[in-house]
């Protein structure tokens, strides 16, 4: 079983709609990551949550980790066409700073 | 501050056939990941490195990938002999890799079997 849910798996905004992305683990995490990708490209680093009930912001972007350490969520405030992109969560989960990803959200902003 | 390099950027083979991906990591970051990408997928670590020795390659199909990390800098992930599902993007990550810190991506190598 997928031990990183992310949903939902795509989402179609308009321009200037808020949304939010989720990830949700079935262990406790140690370190929670959430990374934008282009199509075919590398991975950027968008923000890195440890402690439970941490919240980060970037621009538009805000990412929170629950109290649990076991589910994330990644908001973004009036999207533009320039956050389309797929992102992703990557997760230690204990595991010596291994890496584990979700599958990704697929998001569409149309103008 | 020069970013994870890779290459080649893409590669086209014949099933199997050979091929070799190189990464750069970032000066000074000891952990070095490969994971592999099949389209429409999360990346899956393949297998992760601190410095020359290897913590981590459970996830490595060991009957045809290889990989290694020479005086623990750069690394290379060799395919012999790939097949058809190994079309994917593979990519390579770095790490400061003292404790949890975030890794940064190389720009990949998209390889298709055909």
């Known amino acids: 079983s997928q031990e990183l849910e992310q949903s939902p798996q795509s989402l179609i905004v308009q321009e200037g709609k808020n949304l939010t992305i989720n990830c949700t683990s079935s262990?406790?995490?140690?370190?929670l990551y959430w990374y934008k990708q282009k199509y075919g490209e590398g991975l950027i680093f968008l923000m890195m949550?440890?402690?439970?009930?941490e919240e980060k912001s970037h621009e538009k972007i805000t990412a929170k980790l629950d109290e649990k350490k076991q589910q994330s969520s990644l908001h973004i405030t009036a999207s533009q066409p320039s956050h389309a992109g797929i992102y992703l969560c990557?997760?230690?989960?204990?595991?010596?700073?291994?890496?584990?990803f979700g599958k990704g959200t697929l998001l569409t902003v149309n103008p | 501050e020069a970013g994870v390099a890779q290459s080649p950027r893409y590669k086209i083979i014949e099933k199997r056939q050979s091929v070799a991906f190189w990464c750069n990591p970032i000066?000074?970051?000891?952990?070095l990941y490969w994971y592999q990408q099949i389209l429409g997928q999360g990346p899956k670590l393949l297998i992760q490195?601190?410095?020359?020795?290897?913590?981590?390659d459970s996830q490595l199909p060991k009957d045809r990938f290889s990989a290694e990390r020479l005086k623990g800098v750069d690394s290379t992930l060799k395919i012999q002999p790939a097949k058809l599902e190994d079309s994917a993007v593979y990519l390579c990550?770095?790490?400061f890799g003292t404790g949890n810190t975030e890794a940064f991506f190389g720009q990949g190598t998209r390889l298709t079997v055909v």
């Open positions: 990550a770095s790490s």
């Open positions: 262990k406790t995490l140690y370190g």
């Open positions: 949550l440890q402690k439970g009930g």
């Open positions: 990557g997760a230690d989960q204990g595991s010596n700073y291994k890496l584990t």
């Open positions: 000066s000074g970051h000891a952990t």
């Open positions: 490195f601190q410095n020359n020795g290897v913590v981590d």
